[in-house]
């Protein structure tokens, strides 16, 4: 399966993007899906996930009530709202596919398949 990330930019402090997560080669609906930042010269951190049906969702502390997951499984496509944006929210973000579930949501080493990235930009 092939991930395309999309949606962002530059933005500033308490503003809002929409990231998107285009899914082609394959459904993904079968997949969890998830978000994760990349700041420049930190680790790949977890943003947030979604289960398979869309029900279930998981956030870090530092997005909760900031920024919402959904997906649609009929467009391939899953999505991050970001709202509120902070200027520690500059980061790279990439969108994740997990076909089986191993038991660690938060870590990289759970997902299969990656996007390559869409830069945001938050201004102070």
């Known amino acids: 399966v092939q991930l395309q990330a999309s949606g962002g930019g530059l933005v500033q402090a308490g503003g809002s993007l929409r990231l998107s997560c285009a899914a082609s080669?394959?459904?993904?609906?079968?997949?969890?899906m998830g978000w994760f930042c990349q700041a420049p010269g930190k680790e790949r951190e977890f943003v947030a996930r979604?289960?398979?049906?869309?029900?279930?969702?998981y956030y870090t502390d530092s997005v909760k009530g900031r920024f919402t997951i959904s997906r649609d499984n009929a467009k391939n496509t899953v999505y991050l709202q970001m709202n509120n944006l902070k200027p520690e929210d500059t980061a790279v973000y990439y969108c994740a596919a997990d076909n089986l579930y191993r038991g660690s949501y938060y870590s990289t080493y759970e997902y299969d398949y990656w996007g390559q990235g869409t830069l945001v930009t938050v201004s102070s």
């Open positions: 080669g394959r459904s993904v609906a079968s997949a969890a």
């Open positions: 979604i289960s398979r049906s869309g029900g279930t969702t």
